[in-house]
Nanobody
């Protein structure tokens, strides 16, 4: 069974940093676009960032642009989300996902085939 496993979430003060990791098991997603999404309590899941198969193309939600960086290490088969200057409104469960829809970047969560279980990020004020 294919799984995506996130790690790196936790509790941090506003202005702090966290790095999330996403590692698949059961297969490699080296030719797939991948992305990060988040869901706050009572809200719909929303797009955060996406990266193409090679890692050379990225796209961010306006709310995180300039603060978050998405990257991937093909040798380690792992994707990352470096989150800096965190704000209380960044508090959410963060999910990684992979899509066979395209090898480019894609922000539409309905296009994603594989999802992780999520990792909690809590930013205190």
């Amino acid at each position: 069974q294919v799984q995506l496993v996130e790690s790196g979430g936790g509790l941090v003060q506003a202005g702090g940093s966290l790095r999330l990791s996403c590692a698949p098991s059961g297969r490699t997603f080296s030719s797939y676009a991948m992305g990060w999404f988040r869901q706050a309590p009572g809200k719909e899941r929303e797009f955060v960032a996406t990266i193409n198969w090679s890692g050379r193309s990225t796209y961010y939600a306006d709310s995180v642009k300039g603060r978050f960086t998405i990257s991937r290490d093909s040798a380690k088969n792992t994707m990352y989300l470096q989150m800096n200057s965190l704000k209380p409104e960044d508090t959410a469960v963060y999910y990684c996902a992979a899509t066979s829809y395209t090898s480019g970047t894609v922000a539409d969560l309905s296009k994603y085939d594989y999802w992780g279980q999520g990792t909690q990020v809590t930013v205190s004020s």
